[in-house]
């Protein structure tokens, strides 16, 4: 059993208080004032360890930087091109069934992201 830290608890934390799957450095900028001696490097590795641990999901990388969910459970997202915005998709599940029809593995999972601009950027152009 791994020792807990208040450090761990809090980007936990900090990542299951939104639905804007942040990145590390958004944890780490809601966190800073608040545990002063927390480092980026620290919020990084955390956010690794708990995707190891299947305690949050990776969204994936949207313009160079990992965004994290605090839902585990497979649902698809809309990602803004413009503002980098990572909204989840209400009431369309990924296509878990076409997993069964993969010819080439057993394949475990499939990912549903939709790319486009964010109904606050269509406003806005
Ligand atoms: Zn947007
Ligand atoms: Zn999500």
Request: glycine residues 8%; contains cysteine.
């Amino acid at each position: 059993m791994k020792k807990h830290s208040k450090k761990r608890d809090a980007i936990l934390e900090c990542v299951r208080s939104t639905t804007s799957h942040p990145g590390a450095d958004w944890v780490y900028a809601q966190l800073k004032p608040e545990i002063p001696d927390l480092s980026l490097g620290t919020v990084y590795r955390n956010l690794a360890a708990f995707k190891q641990e299947g305690v949050i999901a990776s969204v994936g990388t949207v313009k160079g930087i990992e965004r994290f969910d605090a839902t585990t459970e497979p649902h698809a997202h809309f990602i803004c091109d413009s503002c980098s915005a990572v909204i989840d998709v209400e009431g369309i599940d990924p296509p878990e069934k076409l997993c069964e029809q993969v010819g080439c593995g057993c394949a475990k999972s499939c990912v549903l992201i939709f790319n486009g601009v964010c109904s606050q950027c269509v406003q806005n152009l």
